[in-house]
């Protein structure tokens, strides 16, 4: 299974998503093969790493993205991973213009998986507070075990 999460630059939602689901399979299901990437739709940060606020609020949970580096989504993509989880609908109808029809039932929106949430996207914190950054977090958070479910159910 490869799943590649996506906003717009990918240095805050989508390696923070990256970071969390990396942590949640680590976790609840070691023993699967799972590859995680994350792209933006942009080209506005490529190579830069994630925003510091997103680095330091995923720290405070446990979760360390400093490794990270910002990088835009390519053609290749739509073929190599299985899941393209996007961060709201924006991301969704960019990838889709973006990808061959033959791939666009892979892209989903990520917060699908998340059943609860009082949110259907994952809003972008970049010009907002600290706080939208441990929302995106929660949200994220609740995405993953959505998210990992789903796989588990699929492999039976």
């Given at each position: 299974m490869r799943l590649l999460f996506v906003c717009m630059g990918n240095i805050c939602r989508s390696p923070t998503a990256e970071g969390v689901f990396r942590r949640v399979v680590a976790e609840r299901a070691p023993h699967l093969s799972i590859e995680i990437d994350s792209a933006g739709t942009h080209d506005y940060h490529v190579g830069s790493p994630p925003d510091r606020r997103a680095i330091e609020a995923a720290r405070r949970r446990g979760i360390d993205i400093t490794g990270l580096r910002a990088r835009q989504v390519s053609r290749e993509d739509f073929e190599r991973f299985d899941l393209i989880l996007a961060m709201d609908e924006d991301n969704v109808a960019d990838l889709k213009r973006m990808a061959p029809t033959r791939y666009h039932e892979r892209i989903r929106l990520l917060m699908e998986f998340a059943a609860n949430a009082s949110l259907s996207y994952v809003p972008d914190p970049y010009y907002g507070g600290?706080?939208?950054?441990?929302?995106?977090?929660d949200l994220l958070e609740e995405a993953a075990e959505g998210l990992l479910a789903e796989i588990l159910r699929r492999q039976g």
């Open positions: 600290p706080q939208g950054f441990e929302q995106v977090l």
